[in-house]
């Protein structure tokens, strides 16, 4: 089991930057896809950024592609999300998440995701 805490959320003008953070307890965190989700008001969750154990191999929705990173530190037991060229329709929740399945996939699907974090609030002003 893992536990997640997310934080760096903040508000922050178009075209800023911010890193996001997930601190994840247990000691097989290396062992876990990570990926980021965001809620905006009134939508659903939908799949931001996910990256495989070793962190060689990632995967964007498009319209984060060019301006988010996704990163981790198994060392540090934490996954990061670098936010460059913020744009107002970015102002979501964001929540990481951990993936225990086996294989080279790295899923969208926030379903297939065993443990979230509580989420950080993320606010782009145009």
């Known amino acids: 089991q893992v536990q997640l805490v997310e934080s760096g959320g903040g508000l922050v003008q178009a075209g800023g930057s911010l890193r996001l953070s997930c601190a994840a307890s247990g000691r097989t965190f290396s062992s876990y896809k990570m990926g980021w989700f965001r809620q905006a008001p009134g939508k659903e969750r939908e799949f931001v950024a996910a990256?495989?154990?070793?962190?060689?191999?990632?995967h964007y929705t498009d319209s984060v592609k060019g301006r988010f990173t996704i990163s981790r530190d198994n060392g540090k037991n934490t996954v990061y999300l670098q936010m460059n060229n913020l744009k107002p329709e970015d102002t979501a929740v964001y929540y990481c998440?951990?993936?225990?399945?086996?294989?080279?996939?790295?899923?969208?699907?926030?379903?297939?995701?065993?443990?979230w974090g509580q989420g950080t609030q993320v606010t782009v002003s145009s």
């Open positions: 990256v495989n154990w070793s962190g060689i191999n990632t």
């Open positions: 998440a951990a993936d225990s399945s086996l294989g080279m996939v790295l899923t969208t699907a926030a379903v297939l995701y065993e443990y």
